[in-house]
C-alpha cells in the first residue's frame, strides 16, 4: 500500500513538473514570436508571466530587457539586463546590451577607485556563472581524487612526483573554483541593488519630506541599499555620496 501511495505520488510530481515545463516552453515561444512580429508590449507580458510562475533564468530576463528596450522603457531595460547579469555575469551579449542601455540614461558617475587585485579577481571571477564554477570544482575535484590515487598506490617515484606536482595545481584550481562559486551565490543572495525609475529623483540628507535635498539622480541610475526606515531607504551610488530616497522611486534588482 505504502509502495503504491509512493508512486502515486512520484508519477503526480513528475506530471506536475511536466505540465509546468510545457506550459513555460508555450509562454516563451509566445514571447519570443511577439518580439520577431514586434509586439514588443505582449513580448513583455509573456515573459512576465513566465517570471511570475517562479521560473527565472538569464535568458528570461535578457530577452525581457531588450522587449523594454525596444519600448523605449530604458530603466526597466536597465534592471533586467542587471539581474541576467547576475544570474551570468560573464555573458558578452548581456553586458552590451546593458552598456548600451546604459548610455541612454543621464547620469554619469566616477565609481570610487578600486584595488586593482580586487578589480582583477571580480572581475576574473564573474567571467564565469555561480553552476560554471561549481562544475568546474567538481571536475578538477575528481581530477584530484583520481591523482591522489596514483600517488598513493604507485611504485614509481617519477609517477608519484608528477602526480604530486600536478595535484598541487588541481587542488587549487578545485580551491578556487569552489570559492569563487560560493562568493558568486552569495552575491546572488544578498545582492541589494536597485535601479531607480522616475525621470527625477531628488535624493535627501535624511528620511522625511522634511530633509534637504542633497543631490539629484535620474531614471536608470543604479543605487546601493545600505538602511531602510518606514517608506524611506538609504541609498549608496558608485562615487561614495549616499542619502535618503523613497522605496517607491526603485526597483530593486
Do not use: C
Not at 549608496?236 to 522605496?247: F, H, S
Amino acid at each position: 500500500m505504502l509502495r503504491y501511495i509512493l508512486n502515486i505520488l512520484i508519477i503526480g510530481t513528475l506530471s506536475s513538473n511536466y505540465v509546468f515545463a510545457e506550459n513555460v516552453n508555450s509562454l516563451m515561444s509566445t514571447a519570443n514570436k511577439s518580439y520577431t512580429d514586434g509586439k514588443y508590449d505582449d513580448a513583455v507580458k509573456s515573459y512576465e508571466s513566465i517570471l511570475k510562475q517562479g521560473y527565472k533564468s538569464d535568458v528570461i530576463y535578457y530577452n525581457l530587457g531588450n522587449a523594454y528596450y525596444k519600448l523605449k522603457n530604458i530603466p526597466a531595460a536597465i534592471l533586467n539586463y542587471e539581474r541576467a547579469n547576475l544570474l551570468n555575469p560573464g555573458d558578452e551579449n548581456i553586458n552590451f546590451n546593458l552598456d548600451l542601455a546604459k548610455t541612454f540614461t543621464v547620469d554619469r558617475i566616477e565609481p570610487l577607485p578600486e584595488f586593482f587585485l580586487t578589480t582583477f579577481f571580480r572581475k576574473f571571477r564573474q567571467t564565469v556563472s555561480t553552476n560554471g564554477w561549481a562544475y568546474t570544482g567538481i571536475i578538477f575535484f575528481i581530477i584530484t581524487l583520481v591523482l591522489a590515487y596514483f600517488f598513493w598506490f604507485s611504485y614509481s617515484s617519477n609517477l608519484k612526483r608528477i602526480t604530486f606536482s600536478v595535484g598541487l595545481f588541481t587542488v587549487f584550481i578545485t580551491t578556487l573554483s569552489f570559492t569563487f562559486s560560493i562568493q558568486q551565490k552569495n552575491n546572488i543572495i544578498n545582492h541589494n541593488y536597485g535601479i531607480l525609475f522616475p525621470s527625477v529623483v531628488a535624493v535627501k540628507t535624511s528620511p522625511g519630506e522634511s530633509g534637504k535635498d542633497f543631490f539629484v539622480l535620474h531614471a536608470g541610475a543604479k543605487v546601493h541599499i545600505i538602511d531602510a526606515v518606514g517608506d524611506w531607504l538609504e541609498i549608496r551610488i558608485a562615487d561614495g555620496n549616499k542619502g535618503w530616497v523613497l522605496k517607491e522611486t526603485l526597483e530593486r534588482i
